[in-house]
């Protein structure tokens, strides 16, 4: 079992920055495939990024270039630096984990957290 705990979002202008975090329980958390998420309401949960096989990591095209996923294994944490953001960048954030390599994008990791605001003004 992975319990994730999700913090650091909250309103910034355009262009500005904001530092996700995502805290999990579990003494494997290494092992675990994580991934970021985001949601609007009325549309689907919407791939952000995700750590593959051998820590490769896969970035939608919205966030290449903008956003970057880290990890710090002995902490049990994940981040995910988001720079230059718009304000469709207006979401709640989710990470994600899975015991198993999962195709990219997809939305069937096992655990979740409960999601972070993010709010991006024009």
């Known amino acids: 079992q992975v319990r994730l705990v999700e913090s650091g979002g909250g309103l910034v202008q355009a262009g500005g920055s904001l530092r996700l975090s995502c805290a999990a329980s579990?003494?494997?958390?290494?092992?675990?495939?994580v991934a970021w998420f985001r949601q609007v309401p009325r549309k689907e949960r919407e791939f952000v990024v995700a750590f593959g096989r051998s820590d490769n990591i896969y970035y939608a095209d919205s966030a290449k270039g903008r956003f970057t996923i880290s990890r710090d294994n002995p902490k049990n944490m994940v981040y995910l630096q988001m720079n230059n953001l718009k304000p469709e960048d207006t979401a709640v954030y989710y990470c994600a984990a899975s015991n198993i390599l999962l195709l990219v994008a997809t939305t069937k990791y096992d655990y979740w957290g409960q999601g972070t605001q993010v709010t991006v003004s024009s």
């Open positions: 579990g003494r494997t958390f290494s092992a675990y495939y």
